[in-house]
């Protein structure tokens, strides 16, 4: 990992509800320099800001952080969480117990933070790391936070005093810990269906439906063709259809042909009544984000990124990452009529080589993407039992 060149740490101090900020200057900012430097490469400094850069991994947002004392932690930036998650592994070997706790995150001192410790094993499985935690509304609450996803920084300011003249604000609600905003779907049968929405920084995917929503909007008469799919959350795995619509529009922003998610069943229950779905890090990443909770308001700036086309599995093949390290990549599931099934490739195999390279030289989500491009051929070498086989895999579009 590349050095972070420059870091940025001034004094902020402010009220919130159940704690307040506050930064020193002293020792302690050479200690939080030396250890950002080593988790970043990035120049991510502005006077008047917490500057904190982050690793990117896929959609998510992974910040530095430290409970009391603790060395410092990987923490998903979540703004689609009201209390501050922390892996059961992690807080059980730092003997963390309470409910309340002081942290850390990346200079920028909470106080009183909400923990829960359930366990990420799912989580991790699915994503191919290990987690410490995932950290939400006890950051967003306290600052006004601004999201570079191109430059893999976060700057964190005063939310009452923070200028952002000339932007323009779309406003929020911020319900249960969670900002909600008002925007519109277009389906393939071309029916606008206005929806409030949650901006959920921690979902990997587009756009994802609540049921009660989409039953009382009939989405499912309009919505085209649809595929069978997995999500998972903290809570497990569960079955879910795939789509498009034709478009989604926030505030002034059109949106076009994102993938959209809808529950196949009520496994992760019909969502807060005040609310349709989620839009998630496939859409967010698109833009610089500014978050602030205490004033009611979003700013969506759209990057270069803006128009690139969603793209979605082309093989079929569902991938774990299984062990200790994550690094054995087995096969959780094939879908039907899918480049996977035609390879024969069959859930319990193990991929070992992707075109002669061992499968685990990339991290898990690396070649899932790899598994997003359109005609091209794979060599695959998999295990099943005590044989390896070797197949030919040719992706090709599903949704």
């Avoid at 964190?156 to 249960?176: C, E, F, H, M, W």
């Avoid at 998610?261 to 496939?282: E, I, L, M, N, Y």
């Amino acid at each position: 990992m590349r050095l972070m060149s420059v870091w940025s740490f001034v004094l902020l101090s402010l009220a919130a509800h159940s704690g307040g900020l506050v930064a020193d200057r002293s020792s302690k900012a050479q200690s939080v320099q030396r250890a950002l430097n080593e988790y970043s490469s990035f120049s991510c400094s502005e006077a008047g800001a917490i500057s904190i850069p982050f690793e990117a991994y896929g959609t998510f947002i992974l910040v530095p952080v430290r409970i009391d004392k603790s060395d410092w932690l990987s923490f998903i930036l979540d703004s689609g969480v009201r209390y501050t998650q922390v892996n059961a592994k992690t807080a059980e070997g730092l003997g963390v117990i309470r409910k309340k706790a002081m942290l850390d995150v990346g200079g920028a001192i909470l106080t009183q933070a909400d923990l829960r410790a359930p366990s990420f094993s799912d989580l991790e499985s699915a994503i191919g790391r290990h987690v410490d935690g995932i950290l939400g509304y006890d950051l967003f609450r306290r600052f006004a936070v601004e999201i570079d996803y191109r430059e893999h920084c976060i700057k964190l300011r005063d939310p009452q005093t923070s200028d952002y003249a000339g932007k323009d604000l779309i406003a929020i609600k911020v319900r249960n810990g969670v900002p909600i905003m008002s925007g519109e779907l277009e389906f393939a049968k071309g029916k606008l269906i206005p929806a409030s929405l949650e901006l959920d920084t921690g979902s990997t995917g587009g756009l994802d439906l609540y049921s009660d929503w989409i039953q009382a909007n009939h989405v499912m008469d309009i919505a085209g063709p649809t595929i069978r799919d997995w999500g998972w959350d903290t809570g497990g795995e569960y079955e879910q259809r795939i789509a498009r619509s034709k478009t989604l529009r926030l505030g002034q922003l059109t949106i076009r042909q994102p993938i959209v998610d809808f529950p196949a069943t009520a496994r992760r229950g019909s969502g807060p009544k005040q609310a349709g779905g989620q839009v998630g890090g496939q859409v967010l990443q698109r833009f610089k984000i500014v978050f602030n909770y205490m004033r009611g308001w979003v700013i969506l700036e759209p990057q270069e990124a803006f128009n690139i086309p969603f793209e979605w599995d082309m093989s079929g093949v569902l991938l774990d990452a299984v062990g200790a390290d994550f690094s054995t990549y087995q096969v959780s599931g094939v879908r039907a009529d899918s480049p996977a099934s035609d390879a024969g490739l069959k859930e319990g195999d193990t991929l070992i080589l992707i075109d002669g390279v061992p499968a685990n030289r990339q991290r898990l989500l690396a070649v899932e993407e790899m598994f997003k491009q359109e005609g091209r051929e794979f060599s695959l070498r998999i295990q099943r039992a005590k044989e390896e086989i070797d197949i030919k895999l040719r992706t090709r579009r599903l949704i």
